[in-house]
Antibody, heavy 122, light 107 residues
């Protein structure tokens, strides 16, 4: 079965660090980009960035550049999203998603992880 | 501007047709993809590009585009289509941009 499985919910304090994971299985993990998407409580979807696990080429949304780090370990088929110092405003559900590209100008996130809920509170 | 806007909410009678629109300059150069999200669930890709539907997505979902506007049409809406819908495209820098989302109510 082709799937992305994310790590479990986290409760952290402001200032703490965190790394959440997204493990792909059932397909060639190194051949497709993986994106990370934030959804704050009651709000819409926000693209954070993408990584190509084959060579770790990473692209960040300007809104998230410098705020998070996206990485991948292709040997274990896992992508990561990490924070060095969490803020209360990082409270959200974070989704990873595989990106499929049909041709230039036509791509889509065709498979999503179940989401990781991150709560940051003192 | 890289902003992509959608109507906040639309309603449709059971079995009727509803169109959800997505507007933004990025849509002049990139095809949109569309995602359905039900409460408490992860988003699901329903259609992208030129009417490319993933396996299991019914053909009552279709797309069209003109200029800076992309549209998702649900023909013969069913109760299970009630959800939030988001479009996605890319801006001129290649960054992904999600639309603001549309809540679809099936009456």
């Amino acid at each position: 079965e082709v799937q992305l499985v994310q790590s479990g919910a986290e409760v952290k304090k402001p200032g703490e660090s965190l790394k959440i994971s997204c493990k792909g299985s059932g397909y060639s993990f190194t051949s497709d980009w993986i994106g990370w998407v934030r959804q704050m409580p009651g709000k819409g979807l926000e693209w954070m960035g993408n990584i190509y696990p084959g060579d770790s080429d990473t692209r960040y949304s300007p809104s998230f550049q410098g705020q998070v780090t996206i990485s991948a370990d292709k040997s274990i088929g896992t992508a990561y999203l990490q924070w060095s110092s969490l803020k209360a405003s990082d409270t959200a559900i974070y989704y990873c998603a595989r990106m499929t590209t049909v041709t230039t100008g036509m791509d889509a996130f065709d498979m999503w992880g179940q989401g990781t809920k991150v709560t940051v509170s003192s | 501007s890289s902003e992509v806007t959608q109507d906040p909410a639309v309603s449709v009678a059971l079995g009727q047709t509803v169109r959800i629109t997505c507007q933004g300059d990025s849509l002049r150069s990139y095809y949109a993809s569309w995602y359905q999200q039900k409460p408490g669930q992860a988003p699901v890709l329903v259609i992208y590009g030129r009417n490319n539907r993933p396996s299991g997505i019914p053909d009552r979902f279709s797309v069209s585009s003109s200029g800076n506007t992309a549209s998702l049409t649900i023909t013969g809406a069913q109760a299970e289509d009630e959800a939030d819908y988001y479009c996605n495209s890319r801006d001129s820098s290649g960054n992904h941009v999600f639309g603001t989302g549309t809540k679809v109510s099936v009456l």
